[in-house]
C-alpha cells in the first residue's frame, strides 16, 4: 500500500548568513516530525545541517522560546537590554546566556540570548551535527522581527497539529526517515507519494504490451 507524506513548510527565520527553514511533515495521518534545515544562503557550497525534532523535542524547543522570554523581560526590567536588535558592527563583548539545546548526536540546536554593553539583545540559535565535524555548524541571528516570526511558525505548527484530527500521543512520532527539499515560507501542504518504484513498474508493463501488440500486427500484416 502506498504512503503518503505530507510536508508543511512553515516560515524561515535567520539572515543570509544564517537561516533557519522549518518543516512539519505527516505520515499517512498516523506520525509526525518537526524537520529543520540550517543553512548558510549566501555560502551554497557549504553544507547545511538537518535536525530532525520528535515530539519530546518539539515540546522542549516551546519551553526554551518561552525560556527566552521570561529572560528577555528580566533584561529589559533591569535595564541591561532595551532593544532586540543587531549591533553594527557585531561587538566580541557581548553576555551570553545559554538557554539550553535540544536535539542529539546527529542534529543539535542551541539557544543563547546575546546582550552587548550598549543594552542591544539578539537570540543566537546555533545548529550542528556533533556526529560529524566535517559539517560545520550553522548559527542564526535573531532580532526582534525574526524572534516574532519565529513564535508565529511555532503557533503555525501548532494549528497543523489541531487540524490534522490525529491522536495526541502519536501525533510528534519517531521518524527520522525524511527527505530534504527546498522550503517555502508558507503553511501550505506539498503531497509526496512513496509508491513511485510500483508505478514504474506499471508503466514498464503497459509499454512492453503495446510493443507486444504492434508486433504481432506487423507479423500479421507480412502473413497476409
Excluded at 33 to 42: D, G, M, S, W
Excluded at 80 to 104: C, D, T, Y
Aim: proline share 4%; glycine share 6%.
Amino acid at each position: 500500500m502506498e504512503t503518503v507524506s505530507v510536508k508543511y513548510n512553515v516560515g524561515s527565520v535567520g539572515t543570509n548568513f544564517g537561516q533557519l527553514t522549518f518543516s512539519f511533515i505527516v505520515q499517512d495521518r498516523k506520525s509526525a516530525h518537526l524537520q529543520i534545515y540550517a543553512h548558510v544562503p549566501k555560502d551554497l557550497r557549504r553544507s547545511g545541517v538537518v535536525l530532525t525534532f520528535n515530539e519530546s523535542d518539539y515540546s522542549l524547543f516551546k519551553q526554551f522560546i518561552a525560556k527566552t522570554d521570561e529572560m528577555i523581560v528580566k533584561l529589559r526590567a533591569s535595564g541591561q537590554m532595551r532593544k532586540m536588535r543587531f549591533p553594527f558592527p557585531m561587538n566580541s563583548s557581548v553576555a551570553e546566556i545559554n538557554l539550553g539545546s535540544l536535539g542529539w548526536e546527529f542534529g543539535k540546536l542551541t539557544f543563547t540570548l546575546c546582550v552587548t554593553p550598549s543594552g542591544n539583545g539578539y537570540l543566537r540559535l546555533y545548529a550542528n551535527n556533533p556526529s560529524d565535524l566535517r559539517i560545520s555548524g550553522v548559527m542564526a541571528f535573531l532580532e526582534q522581527r525574526s524572534y516574532d516570526s519565529l513564535k508565529h511558525i511555532v503557533a503555525s505548527i501548532d494549528a497543523i497539529i489541531e487540524r490534522t484530527q490525529m491522536p495526541k500521543e502519536i501525533l510528534v512520532a519517531d521518524n527520522l526517515n525524511s527527505p530534504t527539499t527546498t522550503p517555502i515560507d508558507k503553511a501550505s501542504p506539498i503531497y509526496a507519494g512513496t509508491g513511485g518504484l510500483n508505478r514504474t513498474k506499471v508503466i514498464l508493463s503497459i509499454i512492453i504490451a503495446i510493443i507486444g501488440l504492434i508486433v504481432m500486427i506487423a507479423a500479421a500484416k507480412q502473413i497476409r
